[in-house]
Each structure stands twice: as structure tokens, then as C-alpha cells.
């Protein structure tokens, strides 16, 4: 049988169906068709999943491959190799390429090159909400939906014209897509960068003040508000907008939001001793900022964590702060960062987390995939949610080393992952 295995022994979990227990999976064909105890099974390939963890493959709503035009930082052989590596068994890639994916030929070639060069792993292109990202003109909409797009965003740049942050809304409902935000006012950030605050006066660094993000964040709100469509607030790191996002909620505005590993693992301290490999757009905020983020999570305020996998070349990085490309490579460390962070510091459970990092982005992208119902497709990641590791980025799948976690300990290691039943990763 094609694509066919039987994981004995792992304690499955799947927050979409409830799941929790030891149990096995017998996938045949490329899908999930049975999960009890004791099940057997001929001419199948056997997994020994006996003190691990199996769960739904992750699926990462906000992530940067750079290709095209860019692929000497990262491209889509290399990104979704460095995915499966984290356990991800799909990623939507924003749209700030070179050139930009504002157009159906840029969407196919993406979705083409993804399926005959990839790992596997399933790729969902994000379109441009302008063209050109520019914030002038809006794209063709209509002609990428119909080649594959999932999403839009103008993510890089705000879209600082709220007349056609509306119409982006409109269209995209029309076309049933949704709107994917980067909230930044650019002149509040003016040449800031990094969190505004006591450590950036420490290091003579300029500051970029909250209000930068938050205010956004609320002309967003009230745009999707006004005209009642939806909005995907991306990368959000402040109190003030993880706030801003819960009375929104609780007002029936039609808002979704995600926050990164990064928001909630680090913070601007690690920015002491100028280390270019924290600059990050938004930047990493204050301890409290941190555990708003957490609280988010936990509340259901922020339903999702993504990478913002941004990798760069070594010389756009290993320069001077103020002068460094923005962007950590995030694929590799976004399991053990977070199970760390959520799960060991007590905060959610594993099945909350991975229910924030499978379950919840499958069902806000309307994508296949988060869950291991019978039927299902056999996306399926294997975990070692116990199991001490150093992060080493010299050891990355991914082109961009780029992070600040290196030398770093965590828990939580990625053991196989599995796309339509063929594993496509191991260690």
C-alpha cells in the first residue's frame, strides 16, 4: 500500500478530536484509517513511537521562504527542508519576494517549484495586498486566489492607506481569502531599532516605542469593525496590543492573532552586549510584554503561535545593530522554545500548545491538516517533549543561522515528521 505505516506505542494527542492517550496509528494510503490499541497490520512500515509524543504535524501561518529572488538567504528546497526539521508539515510564505508575489505567475511558480523540489512539506502561498507592496494599488486579487494564493498581506510594510486596508478587506472576503496585517506605523518608528525603553537608553540604541505597533493595531480593529470582514493581526508583541486584540473579542469584532517563540521566549535584555542576531521586527519587548503574550495565549486572546521565520545571510547579520537585517530563522526552534516556555514554565498544557501550533492554524487557514481523525491526511509529527537539547545553528537545515538562541538549552526535541504518510524528516 502507498504511503502506509503503523506508529505503535506514542501517546497520541489531537486537541481537534479530544485525544489523549497511548494508542496506535495505522495509516494506509496517505491517510489516517485507524488509531486504538494493538492494531495490526501487513506489509506496512513499522514506527516505534513508545515514549513519545505523536500529534498532528504543525502548520505555520506566518513564515519567509525568500524565493524568488532571494535565495541566497533561503529558498524553498532549503526553507521547507528546515520546516520538516522543526516539525512542520505546512507553511504560508509571505509575499515580500523578489519579485514581489502580487501576481498568479509569481503564486504558480511558488506552489510549482514547492511540489516538484520541495521537502514535502505543504507550501501556502500568501499574496500581496498591493502591488509591489508598495500601499498604492491593489493586486490582482482574484487572478491569485485562482492560482493558489491563501491569504494576503503586504507583511514587511504596513498597508498605511486605511481606505485601501478596507477595500483589501472587502475583496478579499469576496474572494474568500482573509487579510493578513503587519501593524506598524513607520513614522512612529522612525529610526528606531529596538524596543524603546530603559535598555535601549542603556546602549545608546534608538527605541521604537509600542505605540508604534498598538496603534496599528487599533486602526486595524476598527477598520475590520466598520465593515465587519476579517482580519489575522501577525506578530504581536505588546501588552498594549494583546489588549487591544482581547476587547476587541469580547466586542464580536471578527480579529484573529498570532504571537512568535521569540515574543515568548526572549526579551530586549538579550539585546545587552549589541548582538545583531535580536534584531527583530517587531523588536523583542519588556519581561511584561512577555507575559502579556503568555496571558494571550493562555486566555485564547492570540490563537496561534508562529515562526516569522526570517532568515538572513551571515554578512546581512554579523554587523553593527543599528545596520543589521531584521529577522530570526525560527523553523528549527519553535517546538522546544515554546513547549519550554508554555508547557514546562506551567502555563499551558502540551495539548494547548499543540492545539496553538496544528490545530487552531488549520482551522483559521481552512487548510487540511491538525488533527488525526480517521480519514484524515497522515500529517503527523512525533515529539520528545522531555528530552534536554542545546540549540546549535550551526546545525540548521535552514540557510539562515540567524538567531539568538545558539548555545541555549531547551526541552523538547522533533524526532520524525510525517507528510501523507511518508516521513520526510527524522533524526
Known sequence: MLNSMLIRGGRVIDPANGIDKIADILVENGRVAAIGENLSAENVQVIDASGKVVAPGFIDMHCHLRDPGQEYKEDLISGTKAAARGGFTGVCCMPNTHPVNDNAAVTRYILEKAQWQGSGVHVYPVGAISKGLEGKEMAEIGRMKQAGIIAISDDGKPVANSNL?????????????FVMSHSEDKNLVADGVMNEGFISTKLGLPGITRAA???MIARDILVAEAVGKRIHLCHV???????LVREAKKRGVRVTAET??????????????????????????????????????????????ATDHAPHHQDEKKVEF????????????????????????????????????SATPARLLGVEGGNLAVSSAA??????????????????????????????????????????????DQE
Open 165 to 177: 486596508l478596507r477595500l483589501a478587506m472587502e475583496y478579499a472576503d469576496y474572494f474568500n481569502v
Open 213 to 215: 505597533e498598538e496603534v
Open 237 to 243: 508583541s505588546t501588552k498594549g496590543g494583546v489588549q
Open 260 to 305: 512568535a517563540p521569540h515574543y515568548i521566549g526572549a526579551t530586549d535584555e538579550w539585546v545587552i552586549g549589541y548582538d545583531s542576531n535580536c534584531r527583530v521586527n517587531p523588536p523583542l519587548r519588556e519581561e511584561e510584554d512577555r507575559q502579556a503574550c503568555i496571558a494571550g495565549l493562555v486566555d485564547g486572546t492570540l490563537d496561534a503561535i
Open 322 to 357: 543599528h545596520i543589521a537585517a531584521s529577522g530570526i530563522s525560527g523553523f528549527e526552534t519553535a517546538f522546544c522554545i515554546s513547549n519550554t516556555k508554555l508547557v514546562k514554565d506551567g502555563h499551558l498544557t502540551l495539548s494547548q500548545l499543540i492545539d496553538k501550533m
Open 379 to 424: 500529517d503527523i509529527v512525533v515529539l520528545d517533549p522531555d528530552r534536554e537539547i542545546t540549540v546549535n545553528a550551526e546545525k540548521f537545515v535552514s540557510r539562515g543561522h540567524n538567531t539568538p538562541f545558539h548555545g541555549k538549552t531547551y526541552f523538547g526535541a522533533v524526532c520524525m515528521t510525517i507528510v501523507g504518510g511518508r516521513v520526510i
